[in-house]
């Protein structure tokens, strides 16, 4: 017994030839007690001695401490109403750090008990301490324990009655009252809950919900499945990958989705899927690469992410060789690739990983340029956003000016060429003589007759 290492091997006796009534509750050694010990105290303590509770804990809580002697006096309620401790613990420890053992809070709401020491006497009082300001912010145990049954049933569809019960340290009466929460909230959303059978709560949805559900499920996988097919390559890889090979009627439904897709969609999908395997190494990676100008070279990269844009995926990647950060067109990767090695991740620049869908091409320093688009086309151009620090001035007549950054005039000339004459840079000089320049280049290859068609390729 715990009672005899502290030499009050005699206590309870003790106590009850006095008069007073004696339950033992054991707890862990220098611990507070929970809500096990606060279950055995309701079942074992007479109801008559509810007042008591704190006292009692403190009591037993003491002694599990450090030795005691007990100075007692029994009020009309049967309260304990002082104690002599020794001045030192057999461990050495103070009174005054035993003291702060044996103060906690109370689970049930009501105000906490602790004792206190005072200089002026070797009693020790039990008085209450000023009640904590609650949390604002924090949810109230109530709201908690059926936040916990409800994601329990949503998640598992079973809720274990006694589970719950020694979670919570909560009556049977007290979990019939969650449930009753939960179906009014069920009765809103399609679920209903059943009483407790075989000690079990049962989450029961209705068929109608379910046929909602299943057939909401099958629309966006069938949507997904278009998006899949229209966008192709490693966009379609991966989401085959979440939703299934099922066969989808791309006539069917009522989103459809057109946009380019590559050529040889399997061998950018699949140099892709290699590339993130490096990237998640991360390893370094070796490939052959043909750019748009220039000789075909071996490259030699750190792979961070893959860009898609306009039906072209681009790897961006910090380049060994040039010791800078570059982009890398899939399509025109050539070869085996290899891993190489290992790599310490670097901090990507921002401009690579901006959601732009213009001027995201490397060049020299990024430049402002203007557009004024014809009120053919405005409405149509100024309803998108192509970067999220465009610029647009709309005028009177219809017509509008838009402008955006580009660091290559190249892809800025290009970008406004796609919408005709409709289209005309305006600012600054050195971007309006780069489209002069070009588009006199388009002229003379047609006046040339360059365009004339050329010899027949196969591939």
Request: net charge positive.
């Given at each position: 017994?715990?009672?005899?290492?502290?030499?009050?091997?005699?206590?309870?006796?003790?106590?009850?030839?006095?008069?007073?009534?004696?339950?033992?509750?054991?707890?862990?050694?220098?611990?507070?007690?929970?809500?096990?010990?606060?279950?055995?105290?309701?079942?074992?303590?007479?109801?008559?001695?509810?007042?008591?509770?704190?006292?009692?804990?403190?009591?037993?809580?003491?002694?599990?401490?450090?030795?005691?002697?007990?100075?007692?006096?029994?009020?009309?309620?049967?309260?304990?109403?002082?104690?002599?401790?020794?001045?030192?613990?057999?461990?050495?420890?103070?009174?005054?750090?035993?003291?702060?053992?044996?103060?906690?809070?109370?689970?049930?709401?009501?105000?906490?008990?602790?004792?206190?020491?005072?200089?002026?006497?070797?009693?020790?009082?039990?008085?209450?301490?000023?009640?904590?300001?609650?949390?604002?912010?924090?949810?109230?145990?109530?709201?908690?324990?059926?936040?916990?049954?409800?994601?329990t049933l949503l998640y598992d569809g079973v809720v274990d009655y006694a589970a719950c019960i020694d979670r919570f340290g909560i009556s049977r009466r007290e979990f019939q009252r969650d449930l009753l929460k939960i179906r009014e909230i069920g009765r809103g959303h399609g679920f209903t809950v059943s009483h407790?059978?075989?000690?079990?709560?049962?989450?029961?949805?209705?068929?109608?919900?379910?046929?909602?559900?299943?057939?909401?499920?099958?629309?966006?996988?069938?949507?997904?499945?278009?998006?899949?097919?229209?966008?192709?390559?490693?966009?379609?890889?991966?989401?085959?990958?979440?939703?299934?090979?099922?066969?989808?009627?791309?006539?069917?439904?009522?989103?459809?989705?057109?946009?380019?897709?590559?050529?040889?969609?399997?061998?950018?999908?699949?140099?892709?899927?290699?590339?993130?395997?490096?990237?998640?190494?991360?390893?370094?990676?070796?490939?052959?690469?043909?750019?748009?100008?220039?000789?075909?070279?071996?490259r030699r990269v750190e792979p961070y992410h893959v860009i898609a844009r306009s039906g072209r995926y681009y790897l961006v990647g910090y380049d060994l060789m040039r010791r800078d950060w570059r982009q890398f067109a899939l399509d025109a990767i050539?070869?085996?690739?290899?891993?190489?090695?290992?790599?310490?991740?670097?901090?990507?620049?921002?401009?690579?990983?901006?959601?732009?869908?213009?001027?995201?091409?490397?060049?020299?320093?990024?430049?402002?340029?203007?557009?004024?688009?014809?009120?053919?086309?405005?409405?149509?151009?100024?309803?998108?956003?192509?970067?999220?620090?465009?610029?647009?001035?709309?005028?009177?007549?219809?017509?509008?000016?838009?402008?955006?950054?580009?660091?290559?005039?190249?892809?800025?000339?290009?970008?406004?060429?796609?919408?005709?004459?409709?289209?005309?840079?305006?600012?600054?000089?050195?971007?309006?003589?780069?489209?002069?320049?070009?588009?006199?280049?388009?002229?003379?290859?047609?006046?040339?007759?360059?365009?004339?068609?050329?010899?027949?390729?196969?591939?």
């Amino acid at each position: 017994h715990e009672f005899e290492p502290l030499g009050v091997a005699g206590l309870a006796d003790g106590i009850e030839r006095r008069g007073i009534a004696s339950f033992h509750l054991p707890i862990p050694d220098v611990s507070i007690p929970g809500h096990e010990f606060e279950r055995t105290w309701r079942t074992t303590l007479p109801r008559q001695l509810g007042r008591t509770r704190l006292a009692k804990v403190s009591l037993t809580t003491l002694l599990s401490v450090w030795p005691v002697r007990i100075t007692h006096r029994a009020t009309p309620d049967g309260q304990i109403s002082s104690l002599r401790p020794s001045t030192t613990t057999d461990g050495g420890r103070s009174v005054a750090s035993a003291l702060s053992i044996l103060s906690h809070d109370s689970d049930d709401g009501s105000e906490p008990y602790r004792l206190r020491a005072s200089g002026a006497s070797d009693t020790e009082q039990m008085r209450k301490r000023p009640r904590a300001r609650p949390r604002t912010d924090a949810p109230s145990r109530t709201v908690a324990r059926i936040g916990w049954i409800l994601l329990t049933l949503l998640y598992d569809g079973v809720v274990d009655y006694a589970a719950c019960i020694d979670r919570f340290g909560i009556s049977r009466r007290e979990f019939q009252r969650d449930l009753l929460k939960i179906r009014e909230i069920g009765r809103g959303h399609g679920f209903t809950v059943s009483h407790i059978t075989g000690g079990r709560v049962l989450l029961h949805a209705s068929a109608r919900r379910i046929e909602r559900l299943s057939a909401k499920t099958r629309d966006v996988t069938a949507t997904l499945g278009r998006i899949a097919a229209a966008l192709g390559g490693p966009i379609e890889r991966e989401l085959r990958g979440a939703i299934g090979s099922e066969k989808v009627d791309p006539h069917r439904g009522f989103l459809h989705v057109r946009e380019a897709t590559p050529r040889e969609s399997e061998r950018v999908a699949g140099a892709c899927a290699f590339l993130e395997e490096a990237a998640a190494g991360p390893a370094r990676v070796e490939f052959s690469y043909k750019p748009a100008r220039g000789a075909r070279a071996i490259r030699r990269v750190e792979p961070y992410h893959v860009i898609a844009r306009s039906g072209r995926y681009y790897l961006v990647g910090y380049d060994l060789m040039r010791r800078d950060w570059r982009q890398f067109a899939l399509d025109a990767i050539t070869g085996p690739m290899r891993k190489e090695g290992t790599f310490t991740p670097r901090a990507v620049p921002e401009r690579f990983l901006a959601e732009h869908a213009v001027g995201w091409i490397r060049g020299s320093a990024a430049l402002d340029v203007t557009i004024r688009l014809s009120p053919v086309v405005a409405a149509a151009v100024t309803s998108v956003i192509w970067q999220s620090g465009q610029r647009v001035a709309r005028w009177p007549d219809g017509s509008a000016e838009i402008t955006l950054a580009f660091e290559d005039l190249g892809e800025a000339v290009r970008w406004s060429l796609r919408f005709g004459a409709e289209a005309i840079v305006i600012a600054p000089p050195e971007a309006v003589a780069f489209a002069r320049e070009t588009v006199d280049g388009i002229a003379r290859a047609y006046a040339s007759g360059v365009a004339r068609k050329p010899e027949l390729r196969v591939g």
